[in-house]
């Protein structure tokens, strides 16, 4: 019973170290790493994107290519979707049908670097719980009452050493965009970097992306102006 209970409760410290380390699943991107030169392309400042003439009312259709298909999509979504209730432009079906298109080739997400987060009181509370909680049963079948109180101490320590390794990692991940805009069906001349980043504990590329895309659709959308 006793060899059961410490099983059960060095395996609970597993799962939390697991969990803290992150997911890394591919969504259609170069790898990239931290010591990949284009995380510092990424995490750099270019120039603010120029400003976007387009008047309320006017037709728009966002294209958008470089990521995997579910990512595009939603990502097209999302900045039409800001363009309508913020610009008050109108969506498109076509880039024909369309006063502008705007084009947003996304050329890579990267990790830009990763910091320690303490413990919440929440998890150090229930590690704490669970190991006098393991500890009393260790303990009782050991020892009866006296040995159920030490067992109780034991592993209130026990626990609160697990919850010590369960603070987490904060990582900080960037994306770089060029972003440009064409009339009347027609490509962009040219086309602009836009770079944005993001940072959630314990995100992997694929947890990452939703806040990545809300960033870039932002830059982009305070660009738009009359």
């Known amino acids: 019973m006793a060899a059961l209970c410490l099983t059960m409760l060095f395996m609970a410290a597993g799962c939390s170290s697991h969990q803290n380390s992150g997911s890394t699943e591919d969504s259609g ?6 010591d990949d030169p284009r995380a510092s392309q ?3 400042s270019p120039d603010p994107l120029p400003t976007i003439k387009a008047k309320p009312g006017q037709s728009v ?3 958008v290519s470089g990521g995997s298909g579910s990512f595009n999509a939603d990502l097209q979504s999302m900045l039409t979707a800001y363009l309508q209730s913020e610009r008050e432009l109108v969506p498109a079906e076509t880039a024909k049908e369309a006063d502008l298109t705007l084009r947003v080739v996304v050329e890579d ?3 830009l670097g990763s910091r320690s987060t303490p413990a919440s009181p929440g998890r150090t509370l229930g590690h704490a719980g669970t190991g006098a909680m393991l500890g009393a049963l260790v303990g009782g079948s050991a020892g009866g009452g006296r ?4 067992g109780v101490g034991g592993g209130l320590l026990l626990g609160l050493g697990v919850s010590m390794l369960d603070g987490g990692t904060s990582n900080l991940w ?5 972003v440009g805009v064409g009339k009347k069906g027609k490509q962009p001349d040219t086309m602009h970097t836009v770079t944005v980043s993001a940072e959630g504990e314990n995100m992997g590329r694929d947890a990452i992306l ?3 895309e809300d ?3 932002n830059e982009i959308v305070k660009a738009v102006k009359p």
């Open 29 to 34: 991107f170069p790898p990239g790493s931290p």
């Open 42 to 44: 990424a995490q750099a």
């Open 109 to 111: 997400v990267t990790p």
């Open 210 to 212: 939703p806040a990545l």
């Open 61 to 63: 259709f966002v294209d």
């Open 215 to 217: 960033k870039l659709s």
């Open 174 to 178: 960037g994306m770089r965009a060029q």
């Open 147 to 150: 040995g159920a109180a030490w």
